[in-house]
């Protein structure tokens, strides 16, 4: 069988930069900023972005583009049959349906308020009862369930649509429309009156709100935000024919994904502190702010439709990796249709996303496991912070120690030799060890 492959350059960079930048920029990064103080917690996630997030980034697309194979394939074709190193693939897929389960169901909240924002539900909230909308939401599992239901369904059609067809050319219009208005809300955030309080909050470094479960969550969301350590890029760059510069391809996304965040960062953060809001609200926190920041613009009922659109089509082109991660396994490895197994993978995740849906509602206090309550807390917490860090880590490892020097070489013949050393000194050594320490710290002291 033949695989396919992307149409272009451009495509590539798009719907692999589609992939980094969702709700983890937009939803996630904003209120685990706000619920771990601010500043240093940004300082440090800056800090794993370029210095391990990159060069894990370079090190996934190589192996796919190198064994032009899935995930766990990969690691067979660069290694040997039966290699232990699959063992990486197998944690990422593991890892894919976990994040993906929540993810769908999180990005129906977001379909429910695109809803919501047509129907005219945010002209009567103040900012005293800026989240009951989402309270309501919380309190409906069915109607969740059935948002949850057509996320899935939106992701499983681009899927099923192809590498070209349907990844590639979704991702070519929505992405820069997105990047359009969310400058425009920058911009706009600069006339509230809570802007420079909160340049200030993410900004400027305070020691004394982070603890080490915040680091380990500054290091987990570098991860999730650039889509590694589960064999997303691998995937990706499989599709990826032509000997792309990947060092200059990963620099660009790296960039371009760290700019959305802290751009949503400023607007979400200048709504908190101009309306009194609380900036530990947790994963509320967009859900609360963004109503209140339309209200304020002049024609926001317009934006407000306009962006929550886009947040959806971003966390599409997003959950569409995850789940492609799957699909490409499946389909290969049983020799099953694209349409068999894309169908089989969202099914399961479904089935899983529902125990996130009970989370919001009766199961939102089940369990006391890894400082946990319920479902939704648990699958974040063991994905972001600890599978997605070790499968990146085991990546680093594999990339560095295990791929022969030719095609390290092929990859870095353009640069200059002390960034090659760099490179080379960061997977082999500095990204391992520094998040090994991480999760040693957060885990065990
Ligand atoms: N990076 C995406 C976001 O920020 C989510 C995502 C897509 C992801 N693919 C992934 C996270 C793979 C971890 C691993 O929303």
């Known amino acids: 069988m033949k695989r396919a492959h992307w149409g272009s350059r451009v495509g590539f960079i798009l719907a692999a930069a589609g992939s980094a ?38 090190a996934e697309m190589a192996i ?39 993810y769908s169901v999180v990005g129906g909240w977001i379909l429910n308020f695109t809803v919501f924002s047509f129907t005219g539900a945010f002209d009567n909230l103040t900012t005293q009862n800026a989240g009951s909308l989402l309270e309501g939401v919380f309190s409906a599992p069915l ?22 067809g349907g990844l590639e050319k979704w991702n070519k219009i929505l992405m820069p429309s997105l990047l359009i208005i969310l400058v425009f809300l920058f911009l706009y955030s600069f006339s509230l009156k809570g802007s420079a309080k909160a ?67 400023v607007v979400i953060f200048s709504v908190v502190f101009s309306f009194g809001m609380e900036a530990q609200a947790g994963p509320g926190l967009i859900f609360a702010t963004l109503p209140t920041l339309f209200h304020q613009i002049p024609g926001g009922t317009f934006i407000g439709i306009l962006f929550f659109l886009l947040i959806s089509f971003a966390a599409i082109t997003s959950a569409v990796s995850m789940l492609e991660v799957m699909v490409a396994f499946i389909s290969e490895k049983f020799k099953i249709s694209r349409f068999k197994a894309t169908s089989l993978a969202g099914f399961a995740t479904y089935i899983l996303g529902l125990l996130t849906v009970i989370s919001t509602n009766i199961g939102k206090n089940s369990f006391q496991i890894l400082g946990t309550t319920n479902f939704f807390d648990l699958f974040d917490k063991l994905t972001s912070s600890y599978f997605l860090p070790l499968g990146g880590i085991m990546i680093s490892l594999f990339f560095g120690w ?33 998040v090994l320490i991480v999760i040693y710290n957060e885990s065990f002291l």
């Open 64 to 102: 796919g583009q190198k064994s032009q194979a899935n995930a766990i394939r990969a690691f067979e074709v660069l290694d040997k049959p039966k290699s232990p190193w699959q063992g990486i693939g197998l944690l990422g897929l593991l890892t894919a349906i976990l994040i993906l389960s929540f």
């Open 21 to 58: 930048i969702g709700l983890g920029n937009l939803w996630k990064f904003p209120y685990i900023t706000g619920v771990n103080g601010g500043g240093l917690f940004v300082l440090i996630y800056l800090g794993c972005i370029f210095a391990v997030g990159v060069p894990i980034l370079i």
């Open 143 to 164: 109607t969740q369930s059935i948002y949850h239901f057509v996320f899935l369904s939106l992701t499983i059609g681009i899927v099923l649509s192809g590498v070209k």
């Open 402 to 434: 295990k791929m022969s020097d030719s095609i390290k070489n092929n990859i870095l013949k353009a640069y200059p030799k002390w960034m090659v050393q760099l490179f080379l000194v960061s997977v082999r050594f500095i990204a391992p060890i520094a």
């Open 199 to 265: 340049l200030s909050f993410l900004f400027s470094a305070d020691a004394s709100k982070l603890t080490a479960s915040g680091v380990l969550e500054a290091v987990g969301h570098s991860f999730f935000t650039l889509s590694l350590g589960m064999g997303t890029m691998i995937t990706y760059g499989s599709y990826l024919s032509k000997k792309e510069n990947l060092i200059k391809t990963s620099l660009m996304i790296a960039f371009l994904d760290t700019s959305i965040a802290l751009i949503a960062g």
